[in-house]
């Protein structure tokens, strides 16, 4: 079995009888996140299978479930961080209550609606069951317009500390975009979006300079292309790329070789040279240089990315800095999701994939 069927079968055993996926078998990450899910279900947008219908329409069924949250703060804009659209649930789909988490996080909302748009405009996929479906994406659109995205302080990928995340704006922008043809966006809602990125480009936030969540912007959601994402790639490189991985950011003690003995609050300049080294910043550089058609440089990060992985396909979330030790989050399904990708846009036929989800082969 070749590293791509490996990475389908991993992503498989991470999908739940109810069509969602969990983050990672482990015990940290044993839950249901929406972004996670997301870009786990981008290798089968484009696949003859049910697979990414039903995984988009599990994900609506919980918004569904927390409509009556979605409609308050499509008028009220929320402030409590239990207002905001939950972002990680326990596998059933069900919010998690007993524990305190940064739920402002808008990029998620936005990555939902690019896929959403997107599936349905570029590869027709028939994903609203009822009109409640169209209601729900409605509201999503509304809830993003509520918030004032474009400068409210979001908690963004990490789902860290709250700043005015370029990565976050750039996400509400592109999904918004993409369902502009489906639902009702009003263009003031993309047009504050831009005006923002622009003013705040290249910088990710007011702290950080370089964060490899910048590369979303460059895939999948293309709003950098050219000289600019030229730059914000070479910021990556320069700044966060390591040996096994991308580090998120300077400074970051998620997982620092520091954390267990000093804990994560210390200014971030005490975590320098001891971040993690997140392996699924390898394939996400291999697609950005995709995107740019830099073919030399796409095999590159694809082949480091192939060096990096465990037994039987298996990419962690990240390594400890400077040593072959993997975290606990092993493997991790959104690092299995980029390497596929990756690996699909280098010339991998979409036809021959073997759907394991489905158990079956797709023709």
């Known amino acids: ?8 079968k991993l992503l498989s055993k991470l999908r739940q009888p109810n069509h969602l996926y969990l983050a990672s078998l482990s015990k940290e990450y044993h839950y249901f996140w929406i972004r996670d899910a997301v870009y786990m279900s981008l290798p089968y947008m484009d696949k003859p299978c049910d697979t990414f219908k039903t995984t988009i329409q599990a994900i609506l069924d919980v918004f569904r479930r927390y409509e009556w949250k979605i409609s308050i703060h499509t008028k009220q804009r929320p402030q409590a961080m239990y207002e905001y659209i939950h972002a990680r649930y326990s596998p059933d789909g069900f919010e998690i209550h007993d524990q305190e988490w940064g739920h402002a996080q808008h990029d998620m909302i ?3 609606l690019y896929v959403v748009g997107t599936s349905m405009q570029d590869y027709n996929k028939n994903l609203f069951r009822d009109e409640k479906d169209h209601e729900i994406v409605q509201k999503l659109v509304s809830y993003l317009s509520c918030c004032n995205y474009w400068e409210d302080k979001d908690n963004g990928m990490w789902e860290e500390s709250r700043e005015v995340h370029l990565s976050s704006i750039g996400a509400c922008v592109a999904g918004l975009k993409a369902v502009q043809p489906i639902v009702f966006v009003p263009q003031e809602a993309i047009d504050k979006g831009r005006a923002k990125l622009e003013s705040m480009f290249p910088r990710e936030s007011s702290t950080k300079e370089t964060d490899l969540a910048q590369l979303s912007l460059i895939y999948p959601y293309k709003l950098f292309t050219g ?9 990556v490189e320069k700044s966060l790329l390591r040996s096994k991985g991308v580090i998120r950011y300077e400074g970051d003690s998620y997982y620092s070789t520091l954390e267990k003995d000093f804990g994560r609050f210390h200014d971030s300049s005490f975590y320098y040279g001891t971040e993690a080294e997140w392996t699924f910043g390898l394939p996400w550089l291999s697609l950005c240089y995709q995107t740019l058609d830099d073919q ?12 990096v992985m465990l037994e039987n396909g298996v990419l962690p979330e990240a390594f400890f800095a400077h040593t072959d030790i993997p975290n606990p989050n092993t493997p991790l399904g959104w690092s299995s999701a980029m390497y596929i990708l990756a690996e699909e846009q280098r010339g991998f036929s979409s036809l021959d994939y073997i759907d394991y989800s489905q158990t079956k082969r797709a023709i």
Not at 227 to 235: P, Q, T, V
Not at 296 to 307: A, G, I, M, P
Request: glycine share 4%; charged share 30%; net charge positive.
């Open 1 to 8: 079995m070749n590293h791509l069927e490996q990475s389908y």
């Open 227 to 235: 000289e600019k994402a030229k730059l914000l790639i070479d910021r």
């Open 110 to 112: 936005g990555a939902f």
């Open 296 to 307: 030399n440089h796409s095999s590159y990060y694809l082949n480091r990315t192939k060096e």
